[in-house]
């Protein structure tokens, strides 16, 4: 997957592609592989680089939803189970079956939570992962030795999906140009083509050069997620506003407060929402928040207000309190949620995803959630491809083995989460960590840049590793080793590893619990 290659051949297209998608989150990179898997031409810009916003930030579950099912959203809970199964069988590299534990400390609890995870097991049908079982106060302390054991009495038992987003992402980004498609971030459409007032493409700049780009398309996707109302108002400048931000954040904390297998979830805490303690690359990430906000950015901050929740609720449901000197890490990130009237209650607001065109052809697809990309991109091809009139062909992606895809034990864990290709990076050498406290080694960040598009310190250490979720601190420390791998494999002189670095401090100092950069004030009200 080169940059360089998908620019070169979006200058010189002398033809129409049919598609020219906007946005390289989970829709837009999903939309990219289900349209060139059906034999389409295809073209992705995104503006920065792939899943740097919502679609890194999640509390990374492939999940039917819980709080779906309790607000009676059977059908949107049965199309995110049956999406769960496929992406467990075509990303098996990266989506995994987690054990989920739901501690009881009222009498009625356990009945009233058992019966509604069978129901869960039910609609999940043959894809399901386990069943779910009611278990003891001794079994519970076995799963979450760690857990509250005041008025525990037992728990609820249950199976889900866990998964690392932004790999995902740059998965998808390789599958689709594997498939054809041309692909390029930080290339950012500033505005639209338009012949007889339809859409016939996008004006696009490449942030790095500076260069002007016309790409002509059939028919442009707008999946740019909490930013579509930006390009429809570049469509139409009375178009109303359809996508309300609501934030969520997570704290990231040692694997010492969370040492099993299991996760915990709180079915409803104090502002409504499910809260999670979940075990990722052992590390715990807990969260998460559903706080309306009034602004939109691509680098959000978590609220006061919303640390001081999950801190409080972690050292509600965790024997041990965590500290302030404890967090690892915290990272906020913005859900685009289709606008229902009144949105100060953005937890109660539907995650099923919204397809609209409009009266020039520009179809805007947003809502929904990673679980469920895969369907939305199927939908979205199905309109797009009625919109242009190019041929209309069947969805190929149920079945479709992801970038990675492998049942082989990969036995180094820094290398799991790129499946098949742990092969090529492991022929690299290179295997030293560039950090005690970090995984990453070398071979990884030269394989970022050959294969992986990174482009910057950032795109090595918050999307292609997660070493800045998992120790914003030690990720500070190792951005100068990054920075002087990554020049050489980029042709990168001093002063772009200084800029870099300097660039990498600043973002990452967002992250670490502490620094006056990581919390923003609440707003006014």
């Known amino acids: 997957m080169k940059r360089e290659k998908s620019l070169e051949h979006i200058k010189n297209a002398t033809e129409p592609y049919d598609f020219c998608i906007v946005g390289g ?23 920065a680089d792939f899943a740097k916003g919502t679609s890194s930030r999640s509390t990374k579950l492939v999940h039917g939803g819980v709080r779906y099912l309790q607000q009676g959203n059977v059908s949107l809970v049965l199309e995110a189970l049956r999406e769960r199964g496929r992406l467990t069988k075509n990303a098996p590299h990266l989506v995994h079956d987690l054990s989920f534990v739901i501690p009881n400390y009222s009498w009625w609890e356990g ?33 979450i030795p760690t857990v509250e054991t005041k008025d525990l009495s037992g728990s609820v038992s249950y199976h889900d999906g866990q998964f690392d987003d932004s790999r995902l992402a740059v998965n998808l980004a390789q599958t689709a140009a594997d498939l054809g498609a041309k692909i390029a971030n930080y290339t950012k459409c500033t505005g639209l083509l338009k012949t007889d007032g339809i859409v016939t493409g996008v004006v696009a700049e490449d942030l790095e050069s500076g260069e002007t780009l016309e790409i002509h398309a059939r028919c442009v996707i707008n999946a740019t997620g909490i930013f579509v109302d930006e390009l429809r108002s570049k469509d139409e400048s009375t178009a109303k506003p359809m996508v309300t931000v609501s934030q969520g954040i997570h704290v990231v904390l040692p694997k010492e407060f969370l040492p099993g ?38 680098e959000p901050r978590a609220l006061a207000s919303e640390v001081e929740f999950v801190m409080e609720h972690a050292a509600k449901y965790l024997t041990k309190d965590p500290q302030p000197e404890d967090v690892l890490s915290i990272f906020a990130g913005l859900r685009p949620l289709v606008s229902a009237g009144d949105s100060s209650d953005t937890a109660a607001i539907s995650r099923d995803h919204t397809i609209v065109v409009s009266n020039s052809g520009l179809i805007t697809v947003t809502g929904g959630k990673w679980t469920t990309y895969r369907k939305m991109a199927e939908d979205v091809i199905d309109q797009a491809e009625m919109v242009s009139g190019v041929d209309q062909k069947p969805c190929e992606t149920a079945t479709l083995q992801i970038r990675g895809w492998t049942r082989t034990v990969i036995p180094e864990a820094n290398l799991k989460p790129y499946g098949a290709d742990a092969q090529a990076i492991r022929s690299l050498g290179e295997t030293d960590k560039i950090h005690p406290l970090l995984s990453l080694t070398a071979a990884e960040i030269r394989w970022h840049a050959r294969e992986e598009m990174a482009r910057s310190v950032e795109d090595v250490l918050a999307r292609r590793s997660r070493s800045l979720l998992l120790n914003a601190r030690a990720s500070i420390e190792a951005a100068p080793a990054v920075a002087r791998v990554l020049a050489e494999e980029l042709e990168k002189d001093e002063m772009w590893i200084s800029s870099q670095i300097a660039a990498y401090e600043t973002l990452a100092r967002g992250y670490v619990f502490g620094d006056p950069a990581s919390v923003a004030p609440d707003p006014v009200k």
């Open 25 to 47: 989150g989970a829709t837009g990179l999903g939309t990219a592989v289900d349209a060139a898997s059906r034999g389409h031409s295809v073209v992705l810009v995104e503006q």
């Open 111 to 143: 009945p009233f939570y058992g019966i509604g995870m069978k129901v869960y097991d039910q609609l999940a049908g043959k894809l399901g992962l386990g069943p779910s079982k009611w278990l003891s106060k001794e079994e519970t302390l076995k799963r």
């Open 261 to 298: 297998n299991s996760a915990i979830m709180i079915p409803k805490t104090a502002d409504g929402r499910v809260l999670f303690a979940v075990p990722w690359h052992d590390c715990v990430v807990v969260g998460t928040t559903d706080t309306p906000l009034p602004e939109k950015s691509l």
